[in-house]
């Protein structure tokens, strides 16, 4: 990944013509110049210029970007703000280390499958004997974000599927730790959809997180081990593809190439980010998917994860797959591709921002009046859950391979 | 800063309206010049009171105060060259009334333009006045700078609209001024007198403008050429023969290609020039229009002229225009928007003029700009880092200002004085009108808090140019 200083130039190119106001989230609910590219670009700048130091309020500034890309997609001069505000983190966590919060989260529970697991099997006991109840009113409403917890696991699930049918083709799956542990329904409709359409599915179980954390907020070194344990985990998979439902994964990993640079896994890395591909657009551009002839008589409507809108450029097929499923009406959501403030754990470090964004979000959907609200990241997906929840609307939050999959007898 | 003026503004508006970490500073010490100088403080008001008390305080300190709307002004109007306060305008943004009977709107200040111009669209009324950089500016900021825009050419530019305000003086007092009427002849002429005054001369919290019904229909469409003089001569051309289009947005083959390389909306590139034109009215007389704009076209030597099929189409088109300053930043690190204006009739000649000069220092000078008024855009694309090619520029500038009024023109139609164009102030208006502006400003800010060192300096006033 490029260090903060080689972003100098292209940080000079930024005019200040301010373009980038009319896009932010951030700067829509803020209102301020410090939560927009130009002012952010600014200080950066300064910083690399010597003019600036190191300072904790201007890392509050830099963490305050959610990574959308939208200011990017409107730049003039393409000055790519969000890779510039990852470097940025990197940096400080180079010069000042990891906050504490951070360092627990990052290092400590999202690296370690097995203490993330029983994080979440605490968060489900403390639900249970209602202990969640005493927690003060700020952390109650964080915790309030999660959706239930389901009982077991996908890898729990596993044991009990047949997975190798003798199918023709083969694919791989990234399974993300939030399919794992929280929506393990989605990758049971993936391999369904994909074993109906004649494709055997390869779901290594010992993959670890993809790194999005760690890498977005600056912990390049943690990232690039966890890479590394991935490829390894597909080392014996033989799959031409592998594919993922989550487009915060699929963007990371398509990344390991340069997240290994100078590695001597670098050429392994750059390999296995070639094969990465999106669900949707693995089912539309590659399987060439059929649907099933149930009828599914929903409406439904759509949102475009930053993740897989901009930073991988699928925003038609997931659409091209809920408009195929016979009885679906598929209803455009006004600013469908605008975030939804969740941006992996955005929405607990900066709680009151993201449920502004949050909710002009959930404003378009609801005028949408659909039924269904179908979106291509679990991130997003307790995001949105959550924005319904609280505007006291159907909690109808999938998929689009799980509409799919319910096109199929079974 | 001194703390007790900090105790002061925290008792006015709240200590957490009230930014003084250099983070913040450094935030809204720029706009999009390369022009920047530090505040000693950032504050941020909701309304005409807080302001009127922030003004108090600052006018009893002797405080320099720069209200800033979006900071997209082209010419360091917002640029706090003295340090002070900076009041972001931001949080006033409420739209007040749309009233459709009177054709009226009253908007506050800090109101995004883009914003206001589709509310009013969807009542069928019309603002039209559209700056370039509508969806990041502020109404205020527009009023503030006189802004215009494509079809200030058929409709005229901000000030055309502006029927009255509400401004803070330097002193805290809340004043009205103008009203709800098109026909206003009681007194001097005030809402002008601000309208334009690059926060010199008053802090503008809401004003009211004057709309019109949306027109019936409209169309886009495009006229190429394979010579640069032929595009020239046609704009003067069409306004001979008395056709009034809404636009006639002249772009050379330098615009285009750089417009094409960041944001491809399909503009000919192997073409000398185009020129974007809009015509609106009755679906017959848009008709009729854009027959006659093709012929006059054609007869000047057009090569083509395209009309856009969909709306669809048409805002590409639009788009593409709108991002052209954007679109030089990525072959330049400074792109330098003049904003040289000539009698229409003058076009052709000032072109020319233009393309020699950037031959003579050796420059990357596309042209573009609101033609049908004479009001062209020259970008000057170079690096600030570069001294020497820096030092061709200012002759380069230099040589067009003077050309600019030898034919008759201005410094600036639309992006007005700020810092950038001080030193050239003189030459337009003359020492004597120079005196009258000097004598009006200290009438009203006897202090000199409001902006300073704007647009001209006061007598014994000095600024850091390098700053
Ligand atoms: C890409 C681009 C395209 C542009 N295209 C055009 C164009 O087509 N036509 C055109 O005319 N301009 C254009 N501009 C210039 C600029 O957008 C206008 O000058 C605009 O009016 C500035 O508005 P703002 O809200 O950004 O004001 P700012 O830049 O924040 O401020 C401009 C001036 O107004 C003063 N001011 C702001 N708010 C207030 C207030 N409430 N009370 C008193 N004073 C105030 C400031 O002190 C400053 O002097 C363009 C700029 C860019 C970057
Ligand atoms: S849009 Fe791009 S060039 Fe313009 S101010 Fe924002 S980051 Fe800078
Ligand atoms: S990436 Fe998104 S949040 Fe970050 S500056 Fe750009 S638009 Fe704003």
Redesign the interface.
């Known amino acids: 990944m490029k260090k903060l200083e080689s972003y100098h130039d292209e940080i000079?190119?930024?005019?200040?013509?301010?373009?980038c106001?009319?896009v932010c989230p951030v700067f829509e609910v803020m209102?301020?110049?410090?939560a927009v590219a130009r002012?952010r670009l600014?200080?950066i700048r300064?910083a690399l210029e010597g003019k600036?130091d190191l300072?904790d309020?201007?890392r509050d500034?830099i963490d305050l970007c959610v990574g959308c890309r939208l200011c990017v997609d409107n730049?003039?001069?393409?000055v790519n703000t969000d890779q510039i505000v990852i470097s940025a983190r990197h940096k400080f966590v180079d010069v000042k280390g990891l906050p504490f919060l951070h360092r627990i989260m990052l290092e400590q529970i999202l690296s370690k499958k097995g203490n993330f697991n029983m994080a979440l099997k605490s968060l489900g006991l403390a639900r249970g004997t209602r202990l969640n109840k005493l927690l003060p009113e700020q952390l109650k409403k964080k915790e309030e974000i999660l959706p239930t917890i389901p009982q077991r696991t996908f890898v729990d699930k596993m044991k009990e599927m047949t997975l190798d049918t003798g199918a023709p083709k083969k694919v791989g799956f990234f399974l993300s730790c939030m399919d794992n542990f929280m929506f393990p329904e989605v990758v049971e409709a993936a391999i369904k959809v994909l074993q109906k359409n004649d494709w055997d599915v390869v779901i290594p179980t010992d993959v670890n997180c993809c790194g999005a954390p760690h890498h977005v907020y600056g912990d390049w070194e943690t990232a690039a081990k966890l890479a590394k344990k991935n490829i390894e985990a597909f080392q014996d998979a033989e799959v031409d593809y592998i594919i993922t439902d989550c487009a915060t994964c699929g963007s990371v990993l398509k990344e390991y190439g340069e997240m290994l640079s100078g590695d001597a896994m670098e050429q392994k890395g750059k390999e296995f980010a070639a094969k990465i591909m999106d669900i949707n657009a693995f089912l539309i551009d590659v399987v060439k998917m059929k649907p099933g002839q149930n009828k599914v008589s929903q409406t439904v409507t759509y949102h475009d994860p930053c993740h897989l809108v901009r930073h991988q450029m699928v925003s038609e097929q997931p659409r091209e797959i809920l408009q195929a499923v016979d009885g679906l009406e598929f209803r455009e959501c006004s600013d469908a591709d605008r975030c939804c403030g969740g941006a992996g754990t955005y929405n607990i470090n900066h709680y009151d921002v993201s449920m502004k964004i949050l909710d002009k979000k959930i404003e378009n959907v609801k005028d949408t009046t659909a039924d269904i609200l179908a979106t291509s990241c679990p991130a997003c997906r307790i995001q949105l859950s959550y924005g319904m929840r609280r505007a006291g609307l159907n909690d109808m939050v999938v998929h689009p391979v799980e509409l799919l999959a319910r096109s199929y007898e079974d | 800063m001194q703390d007790n003026i900090i105790n002061e503004l925290y008792q006015v508006i709240g200590k957490e309206n009230v930014l003084t970490d250099k983070e913040d500073l450094i935030c809204y010490s720029y706009d999009a010049t390369s022009y920047s100088h530090l505040p000693e403080v950032v504050v941020v008001p909701s309304s005409a009171e807080e302001i009127s008390l922030v003004l108090k305080v600052a006018n009893k300190h002797r405080m320099p105060v720069v209200a800033r709307g979006g900071g997209t002004n082209l010419c360091g109007a917002s640029v706090p060259i003295k340090g002070g306060i900076v009041l972001a305008m931001h949080r006033l943004n409420k739209i007040i009334e749309i009233d459709g009977d009177n054709l009226v709107a009253t908007v506050e200040a800090g109101v995004n333009t883009e914003k206001f111009q589709q509310a009013v669209e969807a009542k069928g009324l019309f603002y039209p006045p559209d700056p370039q950089s509508a969806k990041m500016s502020t109404m205020g900021g527009n009023v503030a700078q006189n802004a215009g825009g494509p079809r200030g050419f058929k409709y005229g530019v901000t000030r055309d609209f502006v029927l009255g305000m509400k401004v803070v003086l330097a002193d805290g007092t809340i004043l009205d001024i103008g009203g709800k009427t098109i026909k206003n002849v009681t007194g001097y002429d005030l809402t002008k007198f601000f309208t334009g005054s690059e926060g010199t001369l008053g802090v503008i919290i809401a004003i009211t403008f004057r709309l019109l019904p949306l027109p019936e229909a409209k169309k886009t469409m495009l006229a190429v050429f394979g010579d640069l003089m032929d595009g020239a001569r046609t704009i003067s051309s069409i306004v001979k023969n008395k056709i009034i289009p809404v636009t006639l947005e002249m772009m050379d083959q330098e615009t285009m290609g750089l417009i094409e390389k960041s944001k491809p909306v399909g503009l000919p590139t192997d073409a000398a020039a185009a020129i974007l034109i809009e015509v609106d009215g009755s679906e017959h007389e848009v008709e009729r229009q854009m027959k006659k704009i093709e012929k006059v076209a054609r007869a000047e030597g057009a090569t083509d002229v395209v009309v856009a099929r969909t709306e669809e189409e048409a805002a590409k088109l639009w788009e593409g225009r709108k991002a052209a300053f954007g679109c030089m930043a990525l072959s330049a690190v400074t792109p330098i928007t003049e904003d040289a204006t000539v009698p229409r009739s003058k076009l052709p000649e000032m072109v020319k003029f233009i393309k020699d000069v950037a031959k003579k220092y050796s420059l990357s000078i596309p042209v573009l700009g609101h033609t049908g008024d004479g009001n062209l855009h020259p970008i000057i694309c170079t690096d600030e880092n570069n001294l020497e090619e820096m030092e061709r520029v200012e002759k380069a500038i230099d040589e067009i200002f003077k050309e600019t009024l030898r034919l008759g023109g201005t410094l600036s139609g639309e992006h007005g004085i700020g810092l950038a164009k001080q030193k050239y102030m003189e030459l337009e208006v003359g020492q004597d009108g120079l005196n009258l502006m000097r004598q009006l400003k200290k009438a009203v800010d006897p202090n000199n808090i409001l902006n300073p060192g704007k647009i001209f300096l006061q007598e014994t006033e000095q600024i850091n140019e390098k700053a």
């Not at chain 1, 000079?12 to 373009?19: D, E, F, S, V, Y």
């Not at chain 1, 209102?31 to 410090?34: A, F, K, T, V």
């Open positions: 000079k190119h930024c005019i200040r013509c301010g373009a106001q009319a209102e301020r110049e410090m002012g600014r200080l300064e600036l300072t309020k201007m500034y730049c003039p001069a393409k």
